[in-house]
């Protein structure tokens, strides 16, 4: 839907679990992942993918017991890879170091 004053499209299908699908593909990016050029580095930012995965951490804590099964399974799957790759990350770093 168009809301025809500004030319915005105004998705009234935002839920809690796009919004954490968002906030998640934001660090998944931070970490270097869905680099499509594999001619160029990877841009990695850390500390912004710390931030990021301790942010997606505190909505859990803060929604604890007001989300659907199926909100929270999703919560906790990718808080699980988003932290796993993390350490990958992180560790690959320190190596080149």
């Known amino acids: ?3 025809d004053s500004n030319n915005v499209e105004i998705f009234s299908d935002l839920s809690f ?12 990016l ?13 841009s990695i930012n850390l500390p912004l993918a710390k931030q990021s995965i301790e942010l997606i951490g505190m909505l859990r804590e803060k929604t ?6 199926e909100e929270q399974k999703f919560m906790d799957e990718v808080l699980y890879e988003l932290r796993f790759r993390y350490l990958k990350v992180s560790n690959a770093e320190k190596s080149i170091q």
């Open 1 to 3: 839907m168009m809301d």
């Open 17 to 28: 679990g796009a919004f954490i699908a968002s906030l998640a593909t934001s660090a998944f």
């Open 30 to 42: 931070q970490l270097g992942e869905g680099q499509t050029d594999e001619h160029v580095p990877p």
């Open 64 to 69: 604890r017991g007001n989300l659907t099964v």
